[in-house]
């Protein structure tokens, strides 16, 4: 009993101490969490918002939450942050806004600082009035809506305007002239109550103004804001706290006098919000609650400008110091250092008479906690921060502690230490259990299980007597009187009221196998918690446990069951939520896995890590009481209700390589592109970093994509074509938006992609093979004709050859016989005619060289010596009788750059040269040979060889460059000279024309391209 007197006065002296804290608060409210236990999560320039100074903040129906700071909007969807300022609306004359407001039909209103009212619809930011933007003062504090579409605006030092279309009109300019107006309120009487800075408040009833002042009973002249309560009174907030207007009479809320009040706002349960310059209140009148939280006591609400509440019950508080607060009630509350805790590494909780908890650390301290109050209860032993790792309420007067430095026994008289001196089998106690006998069960890490009567050990178990490891941190026992024993690599023991043991493995093998924790439900069903997985023990057999989700490292400490059927598992990621009913179906084989719900940090624990190997506690009130690292956690299970509100989905922005599109309608892409990147989002603002998408894109993914808690998808290299691109996303309790958003576009084709494209390049594909095909004919046609001409000159050219090398020969033959009969003839005669003989079988095969060689050899280009070809061609003729008669006449022009093949080019040069010579005309005076050469550098060369001499018939003009064909019968060449000149020039790319007449001459032109490139 003097325990228990010690617990009530401490709890006593902490209630005392912290009466300043909690005026006129009752916490028995069961439907209310203290503000100072609510979850909160802040967002500044830290962590992404452009100022840490807000100044008000609403979620819109589309699910966006709007803030105005004093540098520009914010769109924020929990995750991703949009920005408005001047670069996006260019008619802003300054970056800051005061308020934002939304009406039914989803238009979004600012009333800004330089900038009038800015207006938001269907995407577009206007200025409003759109006629008469300017007939407003620039400076706008506050907005208020009437129902017939008046809007009442109230501005810095300009007084109250009302707008309605696109009138403008200033109201009560004899009252509020000058005046800055702080905000706006209609009542239930539809009285328009408007509050101004430092001329107190004025009352408007459509036709006259009333003023209300500090002689009036208001707190203060400077009033900030208006709010309509919930009973229908006029909540009135001023820099010296709050005021109250009901039935005509102004009276002051005593709780925050003194307080400077900033916003007030009622949530849906009829509680005003207060945001004041130094904190936060909540209170009802009606309810007689009150309660504050403030900077002192560790809470960031320094300056709260604004309060407003979304869809999902989230109270959010605009502050100008610490951002942007979410404040909501999850069914979490956390415990830690800040709120008495001696440390926040906590190890094991218990609960004592009167719902009393006791609260054991890793430190070796001990706290208590009653009706909200914590405080540190001192020991006289040390233990000199050796954890606390279980702690037993034996008696009302008697406490068991266990710790790695033995057993510490509390009573009203004295603190004892039971050690390993005392009969202990170990120092490093773990777990103490009392049996339905009264008996003691101590539990240790290294020396088995000892059992305890009396202040002294009475039995042991461990190796050697009956235990397969005396590492125990598992210790239970069911209504039957059974000990269950869980152990480390030495598998499940059970001690039966008869003392006799048996010993159950989980494998084989148990090396490595560690029981944390072991849970014996009403129905006697055995649950073994270890570090690798959940079983269920038949007493028999361990049957694992398939969850649905594996969590990346998890391990498993404790099972827990509540009233409501649930089963809670303490993880190192957090509290699993199991349905009892869906584990026994899974045992029964009728469901294949177990689905699971975790709880973390995004949900409300001060840290999601909770202490492992310990246990959690369900306390009498149904509340179960975790123990973390982070300090203690409290599960309300009766206010952890499933969020059914099904979240907006949007796609956000297509970005390709080149350009950024919004969702708004069908668009087309150019071509080009390598790279499609879709952002999109869930407007689930409860717990965002829950939320989860699936997307697909039609004609490229089969199956939706699970992106998990990703907000963007890629693609590459899309073809040409129609694209529809959907996502669906769950809130943070799984609940799916199955119709989500979608977005369609085109991608263009390349001009090589389309039809016409694919089209011209068939037709030019065929047009090419049909072009080979007629090539190839003509290729075959053209050899085949060479061929004819070949096989026909070939002919020709053996039959003359044969002819023609067989006459002189068979002249020779003759000559020779003659010469042998007429011996008395002169030989000198004979053999001049063998000579001629000869030299004309000479000429012959000299032609033939030359025919071979024009058609055979490769050519090779060199610069050509005119002067030194031509000399050559007549020294070559020297031998012919009437040489010295022909007079030769050479002119050249230009010569002395020009590039061909200078072998071919002395075939042509030593042909018509001889040709002149030989044909000329003995008859007539003076025979002459005019060889001209004019030259275009590097271009072309005319060659023209002209001869007075006998001339060619102009029936022989088109038939002297034929295979042997003789144009008079005075020719005494072979017929292959002229044929081999033109085989030659074509051969140099030239061509040759002639000009003759019987009896006159002839002229013969050769033009010559230059052959270097």
């Known amino acids: 009993m003097y325990l228990l007197y010690r617990i009530l006065k401490y709890t006593f002296r902490i209630l005392i101490s912290t009466i ?24 500044g320039g830290e962590n992404g918002l452009v100022s840490n100074n807000i100044t008000s903040a609403i979620q819109a129906r589309s699910g966006f939450l709007w803030i105005t700071t004093y540098n520009g909007l914010m769109r924020f969807d929990g995750h991703r942050l949009d920005v408005y300022d001047r670069r996006t609306i260019p008619f802003l004359s300054t970056d800051a806004f005061y308020q934002a407001y939304e009406l039914a039909d989803g238009s979004l209103w600012f009333a800004a600082q330089g900038s009038g009212i800015v207006h938001l619809d269907n995407g577009r930011f206007t200025s409003f009035p759109k006629q008469h933007p300017d007939a407003l003062p620039k400076s706008i504090r506050c907005l208020y809506f009437d129902s017939d579409g008046t809007v009442w605006a109230g501005s810095n030092n300009v007084g109250l305007y009302s707008i309605r279309g696109n009138e403008v009109r200033a109201v009560g300019s004899t009252f509020l002239h000058d005046i800055s107006i702080m905000d706006i309120v209609r009542d239930k009487n539809n009285i328009l109550w408007i509050g101004t800075d430092g001329y107190g408040l004025f009352r408007y009833d459509g036709i006259s103004f009333k003023q209300f002042t500090t002689y009036d009973g208001l707190s203060s002249d400077f009033v900030n804001a208006l709010e309509i309560s919930a009973e229908g009174e006029l909540l009135i907030g001023t820099s010296n706290g709050l005021s109250i207007l009901e039935n005509g009479n102004i009276e002051p809320y005593d709780s925050l006098i003194g307080k400077h009040i900033n916003a007030i706002t009622v949530d849906v349960q009829g509680y005003a919000w207060i945001g004041t310059e130094n904190g936060l209140a909540r209170i009802s009148k009606t309810k007689k609650y009150f309660e504050f939280a403030s900077e002192e006591n560790g809470f960031p609400y320094s300056r709260i400008n604004g309060i407003s509440f979304d869809r999902e019950g989230s109270a959010w508080i605009s502050t100008g110091r610490h951002g942007l ?27 004592g008479p009167g719902q009393t908890m006791f609260i054991g650390s890793d430190a070796g301290t001990l706290d208590i906690y009653k009706n909200g109050a914590i405080k540190s ?68 890490r290294s020396g088995g299980v000892a059992k305890f009567r009396n ?25 039957t009187g059974k000990i269950y024993i869980g152990t480390h690599n030495g598998g499940l023991t059970i001690i039966e009221p008869d003392e006799t043991l048996h010993t159950y493995h989980i494998n084989k093998d148990d090396a490595g196998m560690l029981i944390f924790n072991i849970h014996i439900d009403d129905a006697l069903r055995v649950w073994v918690v270890t570090n690798t997985g959940l079983f269920h023990f038949d007493g028999r057999t361990f049957i694992p446990i398939k969850l649905k989700k594996v969590f990346v490292g998890e391990t498993y400490f404790d099972w827990t069951e509540d009233q409501y059927n649930n089963v809670w598992v303490t993880t190192n990621v957090g509290v699993m939520q199991l349905k009892k009913n869906e584990v026994l179906q899974f045992i029964q084989q009728t469901v294949p896995d177990v689905a699971v719900k975790l709880y973390d940090n995004h949900d409300g624990m001060v840290s999601k890590e909770c202490t492992g190997a310990t246990r959690s506690v369900v306390t009498s009130t149904g509340k179960i009481w975790i123990p973390t690292v982070g300090g203690v956690s409290i599960f309300d299970p009766s206010k952890m209700s499933i969020n059914t509100l099904i979240p907006s989905v949007y796609i956000t922005v297509l970005q390709t390589d080149s350009q950024q599109y919004s969702p708004d309608s069908v668009f087309e892409i150019r071509p080009g592109n390598l790279r499609f990147a879709f952002s999109f989002t869930a407007l689930s603002l409860l717990s965002p970093d829950r939320v989860e998408f699936k997307y697909k894109l039609n004609d490229v993914d089969k199956f939706w994509v699970n992106a998990g808690k990703e907000r963007s998808a890629e693609y590459t290299n899309l073809a040409p074509g129609t694209y529809t691109f959907q996502v669906i996303a769950s809130n943070n309790d799984g609940l799916w938006n199955e119709q989500g958003a979608s977005m369609t576009f085109r991608v263009l084709p390349h001009f090589y992609q389309t039809y016409w494209f694919f089209a011209v390049v068939v037709i030019l594909i065929l047009s090419t093979f049909f072009g080979i095909y007629k090539w190839r004919v003509h290729a075959i046609e053209k050899n ?13 050219f053996v039959y003359s050859a044969s002819h ?89 022009q230009g010569t002395q750059v020009f590039y061909t093949d200078p072998k071919r080019l002395s075939i042509i040069l030593n042909n018509l040269i001889a040709n002149a010579f030989k044909y000329y005309n003995p008859e007539i005076p003076n025979p002459y040979i005019k060889i001209g050469v004019v030259c275009e550098a590097n271009k072309k060369c005319i060659i023209t060889i ?31 000279g002229l044929y081999i000149v033109h085989e030659t020039v074509e051969k140099l790319r030239g061509t040759i024309k002639v000009q003759s007449a019987l009896g006159k001459g002839s002229t013969f032109t050769v033009t010559l391209p230059s052959l270097k490139f």
């Open 325 to 351: 607060i979410q404040l909501k009630e999850t069914g979490i509350i956390n415990y830690t250092a800040t709120h008495g805790l001696s440390t926040n590494r906590t190890n094991i909780i218990v609960e």
């Open 377 to 444: 209860l001192p020991l006289k032993s040390s233990l000199n921060n050796n954890g606390i790792r279980d702690i037993l309420i034996a008696h009302p007067d008697t406490v068991w502690i266990a710790t790695y430095k033995g057993i510490l026994r509390i009573t009203p008289k004295e603190e004892k230490l039971f050690t390993k001196n005392d009969g202990l089998p170990a120092d490093d106690m773990r777990r103490i259990l009392k049996d339905t006998r009264g008996n003691l069960w101590l539990a240790s």
């Open 804 to 892: 023609d090398l067989r006459a002189p020969l068979a002249s020779i033959l003759g000559l020779v016989s003659l010469a042998r009969i007429d011996r008395a003839h002169d030989v000198e005669s004979y053999l001049q005619k063998i000579e001629k003989s000869v030299q004309r079988l000479d000429g012959f095969v000299k032609d033939i060289v030359d025919f071979s060689r024009n058609a055979r050899i490769e050519m090779t280009i060199q610069k050509i010596d005119f002067n030194l070809l031509i000399q050559e061609a007549i020294d070559n003729l020297k031998y012919l009788n009437d040489h010295n008669k022909i007079k030769i006449h050479l002119a050249m």
């Open 946 to 976: 002209a001869d007075n001499g006998i001339g060619i018939g102009p029936e022989h003009i088109e038939s002297i460059f034929k295979m042997f064909y003789r144009a008079n019968e005075q020719s005494q060449g072979s017929g292959l």
């Open 20 to 43: 300043p804290w909690f005026i006129g608060h009752t916490y028995a409210q069961p439907n209310v969490t203290p503000l100072n236990l609510m979850t909160a999560t802040q967002w």
């Open 455 to 479: 202040n002294k050990v009475i039995e042991i178990y461990d190796r050697k007597n009956g235990l397969e490891s005396n590492y125990i941190l598992a210790l239970e026992e069911d209504r």
């Open 784 to 796: 085949n004709r060479e061929l004819r001409k070949v096989n026909s000159e070939l002919d020709r």
